[in-house]
Nanobody, 123 residues
Framework: QVQLVESGGGLVQPGGSLRLSCAAS?????????MGWYRQAPGKQRELVGG???????NYADSVKGRFTISRDNAKNTVYLQMNRLKPEDTAVYYC????????????????WGQGTQVTVSS
């Protein structure tokens, strides 16, 4: 089984910073392709924050461009989300997602999700 474990959420004042981490683990992981971050605010649909390929190519939602940075450590199957100049509207539960292939089926890709971590931006 593949698990994604997130960490780093919390309460921060407007203008502050937080760094989220998400590590994919499992005995039968063959490869991890795109890793991404999503968020869901109360009463709203889950939305894409951004993603990163195994080669390091990134994309971001317009609302976070210039403030958020996604990076990854392929050796650790870990993706990071550095959030700077946070705003109250960034308050949400943040989820990571990873495209994973497994040893027994290396050409079959499946999406796995983390459990979510709360980020609250408030004074």
């Amino acid at each position: 089984q593949v698990q994604l474990v997130e960490s780093g959420g919390g309460l921060v004042q407007p203008g502050g910073s937080l760094r989220l981490s998400c590590a994919a683990s499992g005995r039968n992981i063959f490869n991890v392709n795109v890793m991404g971050w999503y968020r869901q605010a109360p009463g709203k649909q889950r939305e894409l924050v951004g993603g990163i390929t195994s080669g390091g190519t990134t994309n971001y939602a317009d609302s976070v461009k210039g403030r958020f940075t996604i990076s990854r450590d392929n050796a650790k199957n870990t993706v990071y989300l550095q959030m700077n100049r946070l705003k109250p509207e960034d308050t949400a539960v943040y989820y990571c997602k990873a495209e994973v292939s497994r040893v027994l089926a290396p050409n079959a890709w499946y999406d796995y999700w983390g459990q979510g971590t709360q980020v609250t931006v408030s004074s």
